[in-house]
């Protein structure tokens, strides 16, 4: 056998310690190569569906919510039935008798589940509503904007000049003050490395800083009508861009946020 020269242990213990630093950094990040199918499938759940699951984990709290909802958004009903069956008595996900589906929609349903468990965007609690009072808004993400010249990406909620604005995670501080659209805005960081975009505002917080830390449910400022919203009613333009520079449906998420915001003030 040929023992290796000293430079070929070298090499080969650097190629260890690089491949064990990307693999590190990818579980510390929890960006897994091939989770591009995560906001599709996040932005497609319907908000009636997040709530119907919720009430229904009401009747039946042994049920975990993410087995729940994995199940009746991914199948049909005649065939979430039995799955559902089964965890009503307690069987618990990973112990599911799945003879009766296929096995690549058996894969769907656990890789569904496996995104609601580990973005949390759904989850009780974890995400605030950003208006603090009455509100309306409805499902306008990629609406016509300047005659066509653009499409909108974002949500607008409506209400009374002056209401209160938070932040709906923490993050950072990254975009402050007047830009053409968006009239008073403040981009923020969040925690989960997607951009929040808040526009229109009237004010925007005097506590804020460019760079400076936020948590949820803090201060950005006040509902206005600044920017390209000059002679449109109050409003705030709320986006999410994720770190590809897509700007996704804001409407499922910030429909179970207010939820949930909701449920804790009643
Ligand atoms: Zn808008």
Redesign the pocket.
């Known amino acids: 056998m040929k023992i290796p020269s000293k430079l070929q242990r070298g090499l080969a213990q650097f190629s260890i310690l690089m491949l064990l630093a990307v693999v590190t950094w990818q579980v510390l990040h929890h960006t897994p190569f091939g989770s591009s199918d995560v906001y599709p499938y996040l932005s497609s759940l319907s908000p009636e569906l997040v709530k119907q699951c919720a009430l229904e984990n009401r009747t039946s709290p042994t049920i975990v919510w993410e087995d729940l909802l994995a199940i009746r958004s991914t199948l049909p009903e005649k065939a979430a039935q039995p799955l559902i069956e089964q965890l009503k008595v307690h069987v618990p996900f990973s112990d599911l008798d799945w003879r009766s589906l296929p096995p690549n929609k058996r894969r769907v349903v656990q890789r569904h589940r496996q995104i609601l468990t580990q973005y949390t965007y759904y989850q009780p609690k974890k995400y605030s509503f950003p208006v603090i009072g009455t509100t309306w808004f409805e499902d306008s993400f990629g609406a016509d904007r300047e005659g066509g010249a653009r499409k909108?990406e974002?949500t607008?909620l409506f209400g009374k000049e002056g209401t209160p604005i938070v932040s709906i995670c923490g993050g950072r501080v990254e975009q402050i003050g007047w830009n053409r659209l968006g009239g008073e805005r403040v981009g923020i960081r969040g925690d989960d490395g997607n951009y929040y975009y808040y526009?229109h505002l009237q004010y925007i917080s005097s506590l804020l800083v460019k760079g400076n830390r936020i948590e949820a449910g803090e201060s950005v400022g006040t509902m206005g009508h600044t920017g390209d919203a000059l002679t449109t009613p109050d409003?705030l333009?709320f986006g999410i861009e994720l770190p590809n520079g897509q700007w996704i449906n804001p409407y499922p998420f910030l429909a179970v946020w207010q939820y949930w915001g909701g449920e804790s003030s009643s």
């Open positions: 909108h974002g607008d526009a409003h333009h």
